[in-house]
């Protein structure tokens, strides 16, 4: 018989037995789809309409298959999965008669999340520990975690102690089966679920999954594979901590930073910047351990893996093409005198970079290419591995103040030839400092050193200019700082210090005054080790010819012509 002229029956007869080819919820619920779409055509509406029941739990089930079993939503599954109470009653009748264990074991927990007594969680675990044994031959690791680990979680809630034996049992029988087959992997995570159990565990039980776990860790430290010997390592720990073994936890944690160290002394052979990937793991975990001597050590191995990765990294050219607008924008400003050109940029926020702006271009890029948003980022500076993002949100961020760094960048190359052509129409520092005056952020004082900084820029010496006019911006927001009713110092131990620039541009008062824009613009350009990070690079000694270009003094120009918008505070 055709497979078009097969009675709904027949094929749901064929699910109903099926426990070894449709290994995903959605491959049986789409199955049971194609049922229900037969009902219909046959004209069996009530029968459809029990179909769906089942199909949207198989969508919604009461945990996801995944490495992590459990679904990350805030709102439970039970109160996401709507079902009618004519479909509970159904579900009911449904764990009596179905044969298939899967089936089973969903829709009887479904049934207990729903409060239809406890005998339908009690059910739901057997059914899981049935499907272990099913998945282990199917060779189904993943599911095999997912269904033990709901059994686990369901027999502790209930605190049924034969529940929780039995699911016990039937974890260290998985956990045997695979040593036996020396299929270590997935021994990680189930003994993970026993060590969460550890309060109804035996401890000769969590001693057998030791063994275990040491064989899995031996096993993966022989083929190479670090990382997962390491993770095997993390889990003796907590096992050693939970047998109240601290030295040998301790022993497990200095095991996995020297890991680490030997894996970025293999990696220097072929690439520094993946040498210091491990090497900053080791870092981490001998700082972690108290281990000075090794963190010094690890700190000078950091410096030359990061050398030897800047040789590696090649700078990328590309050519781009000035904007119409910007030379628009440009003229405009040229055609006022001087000093009113200097005002006119001063409240004009065209050459400022929009936040909002580089969020919305991160968002289109990010979908026209996806995986630059996925891959973990590093910056580097001076051959020190000074920041890094890792989950999907801090990448993203990564990418907007990037895209925000570069429109500044830009319109600072702009910024830096009107100045130029404004000086052959006579702009002298005299003028900028006119225009500074206009706000009573800057004193008498400041303004008379900030006077050397302009002269310097106009006569096309950016280095002084840079180290003039950087500290001289930083005062200048402090005093507003202050000016704002907020104080300027802070203790740092038993003294008191100077707010430092970053602290300054966090501060809820200054980015209310100055907004989000402004204060953004500034921190990345001073103090943002994804930005210029110039502040900190000129007062650390570490400001090379490029920090110092036009470019950036121009910006410094811009970042206090902005400050004159606010006459009086």
């Known amino acids: ?146 269904f033990l680990h709901r059994a686990a979680e369901l027999s502790m809630t209930l605190n049924n102690h034969e529940k929780i034996d039995s699911t016990c049992s039937k974890i260290m029988q998985i956990l045997e089966a695979l040593k036996k087959k020396q299929a270590f992997r997935w021994s990680l995570d189930i003994s993970g679920i026993l060590l969460r159990m550890r309060e109804c565990v035996d401890e000769d039980v969590l001693e057998k999954a030791v063994t275990i776990l040491r064989m899995g860790s031996d096993n993966y430290r022989g083929s190479g594979n670090l990382h997962l010997h390491r993770l095997f390592l993390d889990m003796l720990g907590e096992y050693s901590k939970c047998l109240r073994r601290h030295d040998q936890a301790r022993t497990y944690r200095v095991e996995i930073a020297d890991s680490f160290d030997r894996e970025g002394d293999e990696r220097m052979k072929q690439s520094g910047l993946t040498a210091s990937v491990s090497y900053q793991s080791a870092l981490r975990e001998y700082r972690a351990l108290g281990e000075k001597k090794k963190v010094e050590d690890l700190l000078t191995k950091l410096k030359t893996a990061g050398e030897k990765a800047a040789t590696e990294m090649k700078p990328v050219e590309v050519i781009v093409k000035r904007p119409k607008a910007f030379r628009q924008l440009a003229e405009r400003f040229l055609t006022a005198a001087p000093g009113e050109a200097l005002q006119m940029i001063a409240i004009s926020d065209a050459l400022s970079p929009s936040l909002h702006a580089a969020r919305e271009l991160t968002e289109n890029l990010k979908k026209k290419y996806p995986l630059s948003y996925i891959f973990p980022t590093q910056h580097f500076r001076h051959a020190d591995p000074v920041s890094k993002s890792l989950d999907e949100s801090s990448i993203a961020e990564d990418h907007v103040i990037g895209n925000f760094s570069l429109d500044y960048q830009f319109k600072m190359i702009e910024f830096a030839e009107i100045l130029d052509r404004l000086k052959e129409k006579g702009l002298d520092s005299a003028m900028l400092i006119q225009q500074l005056s206009k706000s009573d952020l800057f004193t008498k004082d400041s303004l008379s050193i900030i006077r050397v900084g302009f002269d310097r820029f106009l006569e096309g010496d950016y280095v002084s200019a840079v180290h003039v006019l950087t500290p001289k911006l930083e005062a200048t927001l402090r005093r507003l700082l202050g000016k704002l009713g907020k104080p300027t110092t802070k203790f740092k131990g038993d003294i008191v210090i100077e707010q430092p620039i970053d602290d300054i541009l966090r501060n809820g008062e200054i980015v209310s005054f100055l907004g989000q824009d402004i204060v953004c613009y500034m921190r990345t350009f001073l103090a943002d080790k994804r930005g210029q990070n110039l502040r900190h690079e000129i007062a650390h000694g570490l400001a090379d010819l490029e920090d110092c270009s036009q470019r950036n003094a121009a910006t410094l120009v811009h970042q206090l012509l902005i400050l004159t918008r606010f006459p009086s505070i």
Not at 74 to 98: G, Q
Not at 102 to 110: G, Q
């Open 1 to 146: 018989m055709g497979e078009e002229k097969r009675s709904p029956e027949a094929c749901f007869e064929e699910i109903e037995k099926d426990t070894s080819t449709l290994r995903w919820f959605h491959q049986r619920a789409a199955k049971l789809a194609e049922i229900e779409r037969r009902y219909v055509s046959a004209g069996d509406h009530k029968r459809a309409e029990q179909l769906q029941w089942e199909i949207s739990i198989f969508y919604k089930p009461p945990m996801t298959v995944r490495d992590h079993p459990r679904d990350q939503s805030t709102t439970p599954w039970n109160e996401r999965l709507i079902l009618p109470d004519k479909a509970l009653d159904y579900l009911e009748t449904r764990v009596r008669e179905t044969p298939n264990p899967i089936h089973r074991s969903l829709y009887a927990d479904v049934l207990w999340g729903k409060k239809r007594g406890h005998k339908y969680a009690q059910a739901a675990i057997d059914s899981y520990l049935e499907c272990a044994d099913i998945y282990l031959q199917n060779g189904w690791d993943i599911e095999i975690v997912a």
